[in-house]
């Protein structure tokens, strides 16, 4: 199969053995997968990652019920936002058939334990032609919903695992920093929970764009305007969330700094350097941080019924596909905002306009 492969941090793109399906597996058809910021984030700072995450642990056995971390040194094939057709089953798989339309968890087991789908050398992910998926972790996609869309599942969950663990309900209003995949999730998922105004901030003119469409009532370009001006000036004194959704070193002392009194921080943009904020200003504020991380399977799920039932169009955040060949120069490419957004890969040809 051709696959773009990740090695000593170097992407390539490669044929690679078809993989084989285990016990309770199928064999699957990649039709789409979205090019994750955290992939790109890995690609550039993966080395220093690896390096702290190692001096922290010391001599900590490692939890048995991690996923397996993948060796860079080793062919890794990343790709964990994917809509697939089953093409082949595995010993023991009862609940899916050939031709099921499926999206599924990032995550794959075996008798080795648990893996990291997309950050595995065992289980590629989707910048490639096949892929394994466990028959558990699979979620049949509803008839007539166009993979494109399906692929969406993944990214729109991360932004409803934000929203959920900071808390916010109907009656708050949210500033989002950041317009970007993450921030438009978040923004998708505020806007159907009833939370207003929705107050965001980006230097780019599409992103704001997109943010728009998914339902921001304010949107700013803080070289013109600074967020929390913009939000003074059309919340009237709501309790308010901050979404860091950009993962630059900086960013969590800039939502500090800008926060008014008892304002809640939720940080999902995956920053991979050394970051610093002065905590005395979190104390004098009362200020409450919370990091989130991916989401639980029912967010997951949730996400592809709301994609589904129509409760949110994220057709506006689809701006181009790929092919396999084409994921190196598409990790170029989504350097610019102004050109796009969401990339997906699609190994047998594009399927957005």
């Known amino acids: 199969m051709r696959a773009a492969v990740m090695r000593d941090w170097q992407l390539r793109v490669d044929d690679l053995p078809d993989p084989t399906p285990g016990p309770g597996q199928v064999l699957t058809k990649v039709l789409a997968c979205g090019i994750c910021g955290s992939d790109l984030h890995m690609l550039q700072h993966g080395k220093e990652v690896r390096e702290f995450t190692r ?3 010391g001599d900590t056995p490692p939890d048995p019920m991690a ?5 860079p040194e080793f062919d890794t094939v990343m790709g964990h936002e994917f809509c697939c057709e089953v093409v082949e089953l595995g010993p023991g798989v009862e609940n899916l058939k050939v031709g099921d339309v499926v999206v599924s968890l990032p995550v794959a087991f075996d008798a080795e334990g648990i893996h990291a789908v997309g950050y595995s050398n065992r289980y590629n992910g989707g910048y490639a032609e096949l892929m394994v998926l466990n028959e558990m972790t699979g979620i049949k996609v509803p008839s007539g ?3 494109e869309l399906a692929a969406l599942t ?12 900071s808390r916010i309900v109907a009656g708050e209003s ?3 920093i950041g317009a970007g995949p993450v921030g438009l999730a978040c923004i998708a998922e505020l806007r159907m929970k009833g939370v207003g105004p929705i107050v ?7 992103r704001r764009e997109l943010a728009a469409l998914l339902g921001a009532d304010e949107v700013v370009d803080p070289a013109v305007e600074p967020v929390i001006e913009a939000w003074k000036r059309v919340a009237g004194g709501k309790q308010l969330v901050i979404f860091e959704a950009v993962g630059v070193p900086g960013l969590i002392d800039q939502a500090m700094r800008m926060a008014p009194r008892h304002a809640r921080i939720l940080v999902v943009g995956a920053c991979m350097q050394h970051d610093s904020f002065m905590p005395m200003l979190g104390i004098t504020k009362e200020l409450n941080i919370q990091f989130a991380l991916a989401y639980e399977p029912q967010e997951f799920s949730g996400a592809l019924e709301a994609i589904a039932d129509g ?3 994220l057709q506006p955040w689809l701006t181009g596909t790929v092919p396999v ?3 190196p120069q598409a990790f170029t490419d989504l350097a610019n905002p102004e050109a796009h957004a969401k990339i997906l890969v699609v190994p047998g040809g594009s399927i957005v306009a």
């Open 200 to 206: 965001v901030a980006d230097y780019s003119a599409k």
């Open 55 to 57: 001096a922290m642990q």
């Open 67 to 71: 996923p397996k971390s993948f060796e």
């Open 174 to 176: 949210a500033i989002v």
């Open 311 to 313: 409760k949110v169009d």
């Open 145 to 147: 919903l166009p993979a």
């Open 154 to 165: 993944e990214p729109l969950a991360v932004g409803v695992h934000a929203v959920a663990k």
């Open 325 to 327: 060949d084409g994921v």
